[in-house]
């Protein structure tokens, strides 16, 4: 059986009185694409952030890479691709390079330069995005798509196992759309790294993921490596749930 | 030629001035790209206070200078964390080492002379202790900026991400506050607390107007920040004016150079 990367059980977390997530018991394997959908305020960025250790659940537990997260200290294995990385000061003085040199950060330590190794690792990650060529362009001047694969380099730069990535297509071109698309599937199958995609694009998302998790505060799990049901994504879509027989 | 560079005075003069403009320049990138350009003068407002308290009770002025200048950057980081916002903290302890500093000359006379000189900068007057001062601490604050460099960078860029990739952000917040409290208080002598964030804020603000990287940015600001002390001393001396004034013209006409070479310059 494969290594598990990710397993949450029964976990809660509410913002004051307001629950944001009820309950999420799942997990993936080494080399699984899961997909994380649901409605706009249905608590997938919640979802990210207790999986990164930035909010603590209010009960039950997850463990990343085997380890539960108060005692986990791997964080460079886990890559991420916040939401609205692109959005930052457009003027701000940042070459392609200086930006993607940040996902080394966190593995070269506090207080120490980057090494030899760390600009290879660097380099790499822009080559795999395709973005080598503009590496001392100013990341403000390129257009949204090829920002975010800068960003995405940033993350591919730790060389993490686990990469999460939060709406990143949202402003961004169909070419564009397609190129990333492409790119995760090449990262999921040539290099066998977990991926987690949150998305509110149920219909790309459904086409390359093994795995679905439907977000509105409850959370339900469903192996879709053999096909997407239509019943599978019904919280996706709450104005669809009455359309949907209840027994009770 | 270079006849002034005879002089001790000028001599320390040049030392004193070029080191904290590097400072003032390398600091001013992180402060002007996060917004806080007024950090720089709200310290130094409150350096005023530490300035006179020091005159009153025999201390080295640049010493309580200091010390007041720390705290209160420690005292509006705080402020903050409790939900004050930022520009109205700072407008507090502005106000507040101010008051501080006018009610001890209201209460001890006589040495309203020394605190003129802090108020508009006596560059011409830096002592022996001054520079030795102002280099020992400057350096140390210099290697400070360096060894954290790259986490610097990295929360003045997008500070959420630096928080998920693990950086001690609240941590680093008050490092840059606290190092920007040290590059006033030496800057202080030279160009007075009322010009003082010129150093930071001038110099930043013309390299961000060409320069396509952060190192690129943090070299082009330190340079034009040495390169006008030198020539407003220069200016300075053989136009008989006041050297810290002449230093902040030089600052302004070369922000102005820049900006208007970059509307005009073919695309």
């Given amino acids: 059986m494969a290594e598990k990367v990710l397993e949450l059980k029964d976990v809660s977390f509410s913002y004051s009185s307001q629950p944001a997530v009820k309950s999420a018991t799942f997990s993936m394997e080494k080399g699984d694409f899961l997909g994380v959908i649901g409605p706009n305020g249905g608590g997938k960025t919640t979802l990210v952030k207790l999986i990164l250790g930035l909010l603590k659940p209010d009960s039950g537990s997850i463990r990343v890479f085997g380890e539960e997260i108060p005692k986990f200290r791997g964080w460079p294995r886990l890559g991420y691709v916040p939401q609205k990385a692109t959005n930052f000061d457009q003027n701000f003085p940042a070459t392609v390079f200086e930006v993607a040199s940040m996902g080394r950060f966190e593995r070269a330590g506090l207080m120490h330069q980057l090494s030899k190794e760390d600009y290879n690792a660097v380099e790499n990650a822009l080559k795999v995005v395709g973005m080598l060529g503009m590496r001392d362009k100013r990341v403000g001047d390129l257009s949204g798509g090829q920002q975010q694969r800068v960003f995405i380099a940033r993350a591919l730069a730790g060389e993490p196992e686990l990469l999460l990535l939060d709406e990143p297509t949202v402003g961004v071109d169909a070419e564009a759309q397609h190129n990333f698309y492409a790119l995760l599937k090449k990262l999921n199958k040539e290099f066998g790294m977990s991926l987690v995609l949150i998305s509110h694009d149920v219909g790309m998302v459904s086409k390359y993921v093994n795995k679905l998790a439907c977000v509105n505060i409850n959370v339900e799990f469903h192996d879709v490596s053999k096909g997407v049901k239509d019943s599978d994504l019904v919280c996706a879509y709450p104005e669809a749930m009455a359309a949907v027989p209840h027994h009770h | ?267």
């Fill in chain 2, 1 to 267: 030629m270079l006849e002034f560079l005879q002089y001790g005075f000028m001599q320390r003069a040049f030392i004193a001035g070029m080191l904290v403009a590097l400072l003032c320049g390398v600091i001013g990138v992180f402060l002007v790209l996060r917004r806080m350009s007024l950090v720089g003068d709200g310290l130094a407002h409150i350096s005023f206070g530490g300035i006179a308290a020091g005159l009153l009770f025999g201390v080295y002025p640049l010493f309580s200078a200091l010390v007041f200048s720390v705290l209160a950057a420690l005292g509006i980081q705080k402020l903050k964390q409790m939900k004050v916002y930022g520009d109205a903290a700072i407008a507090m302890f502005f106000s507040f080492g101010l008051a501080i500093g006018v009610v001890i000359v209201s209460v001890a006379h006589g040495f309203n002379a020394d605190l003129f000189s802090y108020l508009f900068g006596s560059i011409l007057a830096v002592s022996q202790a001054d520079i030795l001062v102002i280099a020992g601490v400057g350096i140390a604050t210099i290697v400070v900026l360096l060894l954290f460099y790259k986490e610097l960078f990295y929360i003045t860029f997008d500070e959420e991400s630096a928080r998920a990739a693990g950086l001690p952000v609240e941590n680093l917040n008050n490092l840059l506050v606290v190092l920007t409290a040290v590059a006033v208080v030496l800057s202080m002598r030279i160009v007075g607390i009322l010009l003082v964030s010129s150093f930071i804020v001038i110099p930043a603000s013309t390299a961000l107007l060409f320069c396509r990287g952060f190192r690129q940015a943090i070299a082009f600001a330190a340079a034009i920040g040495v390169a006008s002390v030198v020539a407003g001393l220069v200016l300075a001396y053989y136009l008989d004016l006041a050297a810290g004034g002449a230093v902040v013209m030089v600052l302004i006409a070369v922000f102005f150079a820049v900006l208007v070479y970059k509307q005009f310059r073919p695309k």
